[in-house]
């Protein structure tokens, strides 16, 4: 596949991006608006990230959040070019060719860096995105890079097929300390947010979990549902090529794959009674992997499924999801719980015999 076409746009005028802990996005915009009158903001449809369009200066609404006492900002990064992309491996050299078009080339005496922030499911990583805008502007050794303390940072922000960039002066950048997280009683803190999503749709949809049945767990790191899983079951396979929290991989009925779930062996390991996804893929090849595997739970047998919304067209995910999943699952509910945050949660049943499906 060749590079496709640029879809990019230098910006008018300066947008922030903005971090905030999860849950906290209402009162984060609150701050913002307080501090930049006459700003627009807008939350962005991945959780956590505020878009802020400026009516002042770029330099004086940075000033205005640093000097300011703030409680739930956290990472402040200006950009001034926004392109939209796909997820294939060409995207690299069209993101690489947008930012020597649109954005002021550094300073080739000063110290450089690209960071790359990437969220959604892509055939390419940060390491790639990173060496491949750095190659816009590094020519025979200039600017130097500095991975550590650099004077110059190539913001990019990839929010699935929306990207973002920023040249910045590295004191732009702005890191405020956050005043306010959910808190936690001492040995309570869940291993990530999803140990609360599978927990929510268990007892808000009463969903039976056999107390001597076998789990198998999808995309499990760092471990949430895996544990939420082991309280409640016999044994949970948990599939995952990054580690478990500690607090999951010690415990006794446990056991850790490290490879992906397009790897599994159904001969070596097994029929199970719960079937669980909480993989951060495209919906519709989420869905498609769950039918692959339905051959490996028992007829009957429950599912759960969360479906992401990797872009802004939620219901069509929604549809496209529940459109393949239909082909292997029955009683399927979809509900959209308080910690599902940005996407969905599917419960559904293995119907009793999968059309070209054997059942082992």
Known sequence: MSAPKIRATKLDRPILIVTCPRGWEAEARQELR???PGATVQSLYIGGNILA???VPVEEALGAIREAETVVLAHITPVTMRMQIGGERAWLDTMREAAALHLAPPDPDRTFMVAVHRR????FGSEDVILAVADAFIHGGKPSVDL???EQVLSVEIYQDVVFMGMNDARELV???LKRMRCWAPGERPVSRAELKLREAIEELELELPEGGRALDLGAAPGGWSRELAGRMAEVVAVDPADLDERVSGLPNVTHLRCRTEQ???????????LTNDMNLDPERSAKLMCELSRLLRPGGLAVMTIKFVTRHRRRHVA?????????????RVSHMPHNAKETTAVMRRRPAV?????G
Do not use: W
């Open 120 to 123: 959604g499911h892509h055939e």
């Open 34 to 36: 307080r501090l930049l």
């Open 175 to 177: 890191c405020k300390e």
């Open 53 to 55: 369009q400026l009516t």
């Open 264 to 274: 599994l062996d159904p001969e070596e390991i097994g029929r199970f009674d719960v």
């Open 148 to 150: 550590t303390n650099p």
């Open 355 to 359: 059309s070209g499906l054997p059942d």
């Open 320 to 332: 496209e999801a529940t459109s393949v999943l239909e082909r292997c699952y029955e009683e399927m």
